[in-house]
C-alpha cells in the first residue's frame, strides 16, 4: 500500500516557566491509503499536539512529517505558515475536539465552508448527503448555538469530509456523542476515508473507537 503520511522523529517541547516540558519525545509511525490509525494514551499525553502537528497548525522542534498528494511528497515541517495553511485547506480535514464551528454560519453553511474556500462546490451535493447519514437532515438552517453537544460533534465531522481530502485528522470524535451515536459516526469516518482511499488518523481514549482501527500506537514522551 501507498504510504499517505509519514512521521519520523517527532519532537516537540513547551516552556512552562522556567521548566522545559517534553510533550513529543521521537515519535514515528506511517499511515497508508485506506488505512484508520488510532493515536492512543491518556489526557495529556501529547495526542492533540501530534495532530496539530499533522495538520500542520504547530511546527514541531525536530523531526519530519511527509505528506503525500496528488501533487507529489512533501515536508509540513518544513514549510512555511502559509504553505501549511494551503495544503491543509485542500487535502486535510480536521475533527476538532471542541468543534471549531463558525456560530454565525449554518450547519448549511460551516459544512459547505470548505468547498467555498477550495472552489469545489461540485462536492456540495455529497456533503449535504453525509449531514443526512449523520441525522441532521433537519437541522440544515440551525446555528451550532440552536444544536446539542453532540450535534455539533456531527456537523464538525461532515465539514471534515466535505472537500474529500486525503488525510482526515479527529481529536476525540465520540467523546460528545452517546453510544449509538459514536458508532455511527465512527463507522462514517471508516467508510468514507476507506472509499476514498484517504488515511484517518483519530487520537482516542475510548477502547471502541480504538478498537475499529487498523493499528493502535500509543503516545511516546
Given amino acids: 500500500m501507498t504510504v499517505l503520511l509519514d512521521v519520523g522523529g517527532l519532537v516537540k517541547h513547551y516552556a ?38 499533522c495538520a500542520g497548525l504547530l511546527v514541531p522542534d525536530a523531526g519530519s512529517i511527509r505528506l503525500t498528494t496528488q501533487s507529489g511528497t512533501v515536508d509540513l515541517a518544513r514549510l512555511g505558515e502559509g504553505a501549511r495553511t494551503r495544503l491543509r485547506r485542500h487535502h486535510i480535514g480536521y475533527v476538532f475536539q471542541f ?12 459544512v459547505l465552508l470548505p468547498l467555498a474556500l ?11 448527503e453525509r449531514v443526512a447519514e449523520l441525522g441532521l437532515a433537519e437541522s ?8 446539542s453537544g453532540g450535534e455539533r460533534q456531527r456537523v464538525a465531522i461532515a465539514r471534515a469530509l466535505a472537500h474529500e481530502p486525503r488525510l482526515v485528522l479527529a481529536d476525540e470524535p465520540t467523546g460528545n ?45
Fill in 140 to 147: 440544515l438552517d440551525a446555528f451550532p448555538d440552536q444544536l
Fill in 16 to 53: 512552562d516557566g522556567t521548566r522545559r516540558r517534553e510533550v513529543l519525545h521521537g515519535m514515528s509511525f506511517a499511515l497508508a491509503e485506506g488505512e484508520v490509525l488510532a493515536i492512543t494514551g491518556p489526557s495529556g499525553s501529547g495526542k492533540t499536539t501530534l495532530l496539530n502537528a
Fill in 177 to 221: 456523542l452517546d453510544a449509538a451515536s459514536a458508532s455511527t459516526v465512527i463507522e462514517l469516518l471508516c467508510r468514507h476515508v476507506r472509499d476514498l482511499g484517504a488515511g484517518l488518523l483519530v487520537a482516542t481514549h475510548d477502547s471502541a473507537v480504538a478498537a475499529r482501527a487498523d493499528r493502535n500506537v500509543g503516545v511516546v514522551r
Fill in 99 to 110: 468543534f471549531n464551528l463558525v456560530p454565525t454560519l449554518s450547519v448549511r453553511e460551516n
Fill in 118 to 128: 477550495t472552489g469545489r462546490q461540485s462536492l456540495a451535493a455529497r456533503a449535504l
